[in-house]
């Protein structure tokens, strides 16, 4: 009796074992694929749509192996095979991924690579292990009836629930410790090692070459650690890594270019595309042209208020607004400022290589969304600066809400501004149409645009409750002092364009959100203006 209940307990820990390994190749997947093709909805839906068809084959593959003798020695094989997969998983991506996406590809080109790229790689990569884990519940409810007898109902049901509560081990250890203290290679590696090492103790149990195989897995899922599966894109000529680090949310890194003086230095995120969430440089304030935050000075230089101009940033990054806002401020205004950021990491980062202080007039919140400060106690704000994004054309759907920028609006005073910045073609582009039908319906007013010279940029201005700075002319009004120079381009046809309220445009709510297919869309239709031979004004 006493060797029975032990081989139960060992069966019910290769079921926690099997449950936890899903997991984790479920939630590091997406993490896996990020450096090429962004974590986008479009992408989790790839990984999450490939490891349910692995685990459904799996569980029919399994469900058809335990009718069969040797139950023991196709569980030690199942996982023994699935953790040999698992740690070879983040050398798997670093051959595939640049096969489907590959190096300095067209921003209009790279939307469909991205969807059947990642889908491609998440069927190479991914079916495999979750088809063999798929087939571990139904191998351990055999294992487990053939050791203590019974009803296959309560077998199977005392398998699901152990294999649930590995589930739950897995989510929360992969998100909260795994990733943010080891990393991707090594969680895969803890994986494997633990799926190859649950398979060596099925075949111990089992008899017959179960046990040689799974040892002979375990071994290979060691010599993963002899490979550099790290993965990383391709530096610029000129362009030298200087950190690296791997959050809860996103692989980071800080690169220098040497190519210009003085050095500028990009925080990257994911590395998507040559993309950068924040740009450095020594001395604060106006970046070189063709960088969108120096628009974000225009609403203290048009409005002059003298003393305190409050400024919560959304999107706080590295902290790229905070510099330019107060190295280009007017002489007569003190700068105090709210930055939110949801990575912690990605403000540490900032303080260590991009110049991000803090005072008493400057507070930093990290691992916090942007909706959600919205929520706290945070008062009202002269302006409030939206730059909320990931892997250059990914921003957040409930970011892009009427109720979002309503609560938004709450936060301003009377005669604030709201700017943010948004990614697009032209000011026909979806999602430039979309964001601002919606803003104009929250703000209940007109709001204008300006086109960023030498980008795909273009930021929206929005006040609350006053006119905006435009003259009889309708024109945008001039401004005095170190921004001067700002508005010249702008004085050409199509730089900007104000849009009125009108309720027959569709808005987008909570309820309905559409943005990532208009974000497809619109880099589509840039493909096709390109192709044109330039977008429309």
Same mark, same amino acid.
């Given at each position: 009796?006493?060797?029975?209940?032990?081989?139960?307990?060992? $069966?019910?820990?290769?079921?926690?074992?099997?449950?936890?390994?899903?997991?984790?190749?479920?939630?590091?997947?997406?993490?896996?694929?990020?450096?090429?093709?962004?974590?986008?909805?479009?992408?989790? +839906?790839?990984?999450?749509?490939? #490891?349910?068809?692995?685990?459904?084959?799996?569980?029919?593959?399994?469900?058809?192996?335990?009718?069969?003798?040797?139950?023991?020695?196709?569980?030690?094989?199942?996982?023994?095979?699935?953790?040999?997969?698992?740690?070879?998983?983040?050398?798997? !991506?670093?051959?595939?991924?640049?096969?489907?996406?590959?190096?300095?590809?067209?921003?209009?080109?790279?939307?469909? *690579?991205?969807?059947?790229?990642?889908?491609?790689?998440?069927?190479?990569?991914?079916?495999?292990?979750?088809?063999?884990?798929?087939?571990?519940?139904?191998?351990?409810?055999?294992?487990?009836?053939?050791?203590?007898?019974?009803?296959?109902?309560?077998?199977?049901?005392?398998?699901?629930?152990?294999?649930?509560? /590995?589930? =739950?081990? /897995?989510?929360?250890?992969?998100?909260?410790?795994?990733?943010?203290?080891?990393?991707?290679?090594?969680?895969?590696?803890?994986?494997?090692?633990?799926?190859?090492?649950?398979?060596?103790?099925?075949?111990?149990?089992?008899?017959?070459?179960?046990?040689?195989?799974?040892?002979?897995?375990?071994?290979?899922?060691?010599?993963?650690?002899?490979?550099?599966?790290?993965? +990383?894109?391709?530096?610029?000529?000129?362009?030298?890594?200087?950190?690296?680090?791997?959050?809860?949310?996103?692989?980071?890194?800080?690169?220098?270019?040497?190519?210009?003086?003085?050095?500028?230095?990009?925080?990257? #995120?994911?590395?998507?595309?040559?993309?950068?969430?924040?740009?450095?440089?020594?001395?604060?304030?106006?970046?070189?042209?063709?960088?969108?935050?120096?628009?974000?000075?225009?609403?203290?230089?048009?409005?002059?208020?003298?003393?305190?101009?409050?400024?919560?940033?959304?999107?706080?990054?590295?902290?790229?607004? *905070?510099?330019?806002?107060?190295?280009?401020?007017?002489?007569? +205004?003190?700068?105090?400022?709210?930055?939110?950021?949801?990575?912690?990491?990605?403000?540490?980062?900032?303080?260590?290589?991009?110049?991000?202080?803090?005072?008493?007039?400057?507070?930093?919140?990290?691992? =916090?969304?942007?909706?959600?400060?919205?929520?706290?106690?945070?008062?009202?704000?002269?302006? $409030? #600066?939206?730059?909320?994004?990931?892997?250059? $054309?990914?921003?957040?759907?409930? =970011?892009?809400?009427?109720?979002?920028?309503?609560?938004?609006?709450?936060?301003?005073?009377?005669?604030?501004?709201?700017?943010?910045?948004?990614?697009?073609?032209?000011?026909?582009?979806?999602?430039?149409?979309?964001?601002?039908? +919606?803003?104009?319906?929250?703000?209940?007013?007109?709001?204008?645009?300006?086109?960023?010279?030498?980008?795909?940029?273009?930021? *929206?201005?929005?006040?609350?409750?006053?006119?905006?700075?435009?003259?009889?002319?309708?024109?945008?009004?001039?401004?005095? /002092?170190?921004?001067?120079?700002?508005?010249?381009?702008?004085?050409?046809?199509?730089?900007?364009?104000?849009?009125?309220?009108?309720?027959?445009?569709?808005? *987008?709510?909570?309820?309905? !959100?559409?943005?990532?297919?208009?974000?497809?869309?619109?880099?589509?239709?840039?493909?096709?203006?390109?192709?044109?031979?330039?977008?429309?004004?």
């Amino acid at each position: 009796m006493g060797g029975s209940r032990a081989r139960a307990a060992a $069966i019910y820990g290769l079921a926690v074992l099997g449950g936890a390994g899903t997991m984790v190749v479920e939630l590091a997947a997406v993490r896996l694929l990020a450096p090429w093709f962004g974590t986008s909805a479009g992408v989790w +839906t790839n990984v999450i749509a490939v #490891v349910l068809l692995g685990l459904a084959l799996g569980y029919l593959a399994g469900a058809r192996l335990a009718a069969r003798s040797g139950t023991f020695e196709r569980l030690a094989l199942a996982l023994g095979l699935a953790g040999f997969f698992g740690a070879f998983l983040p050398l798997g !991506v670093r051959i595939l991924a640049p096969l489907f996406l590959p190096e300095e590809v067209a921003l209009d080109e790279a939307a469909d *690579l991205v969807l059947w790229g990642s889908l491609a790689v998440s069927l190479l990569l991914f079916l495999p292990p979750s088809f063999l884990l798929g087939m571990v519940s139904p191998l351990a409810t055999q294992a487990l009836q053939e050791t203590q007898g019974g009803t296959a109902g309560r077998a199977g049901g005392l398998t699901l629930g152990f294999s649930t509560f /590995g589930s =739950l081990a /897995g989510v929360f250890g992969t998100s909260h410790f795994l990733l943010p203290v080891f990393g991707l290679r090594t969680t895969f590696l803890v994986a494997g090692v633990a799926l190859a090492g649950a398979g060596l103790v099925a075949g111990l149990l089992g008899r017959g070459r179960g046990r040689w195989i799974a040892a002979t897995a375990l071994l290979g899922t060691q010599s993963a650690l002899l490979v550099d599966s790290e993965p +990383t894109r391709a530096l610029r000529p000129h362009r030298v890594e200087i950190a690296r680090v791997e959050s809860p949310y996103q692989f980071l890194r800080v690169v220098e270019d040497r190519s210009v003086q003085p050095a500028l230095r990009y925080l990257q #995120v994911n590395e998507g595309f040559d993309s950068f969430q924040s740009v450095w440089q020594p001395a604060p304030g106006l970046l070189p042209a063709g960088f969108y935050y120096n628009d974000f000075v225009l609403p203290m230089w048009w409005e002059r208020k003298p003393g305190e101009w409050k400024v919560l940033v959304l999107g706080l990054g590295a902290g790229t607004v *905070l510099r330019v806002l107060d190295g280009a401020r007017p002489a007569d +205004t003190t700068l105090s400022c709210t930055g939110i950021e949801i990575d912690p990491w990605v403000i540490a980062l900032g303080r260590e290589h991009m110049g991000l202080e803090s005072d008493e007039r400057t507070v930093l919140c990290g691992g =916090l969304d942007a909706r959600v400060a919205l929520r706290g106690r945070i008062g009202a704000f002269d302006q $409030i #600066v939206l730059d909320c994004y990931a892997n250059q $054309i990914e921003m957040p759907p409930h =970011l892009a809400t009427v109720e979002f920028f309503r609560a938004l609006r709450a936060r301003l005073r009377i005669g604030g501004w709201l700017a943010a910045n948004l990614g697009g073609f032209g000011f026909d582009d979806p999602v430039v149409e979309a964001l601002a039908a +919606t803003v104009t319906t929250a703000f209940d007013g007109s709001v204008f645009l300006l086109r960023v010279p030498q980008s795909r940029n273009f930021v *929206l201005f929005a006040r609350n409750a006053a006119d905006l700075p435009l003259d009889e002319g309708g024109r945008l009004r001039t401004v005095e /002092g170190l921004v001067r120079d700002l508005l010249g381009p702008r004085e050409l046809p199509g730089s900007f364009r104000v849009v009125t309220p009108d309720p027959a445009r569709p808005i *987008l709510t909570d309820d309905r !959100v559409p943005l990532e297919s208009l974000q497809l869309a619109s880099i589509r239709e840039g493909r096709e203006r390109l192709l044109r031979g330039g977008a429309r004004p």
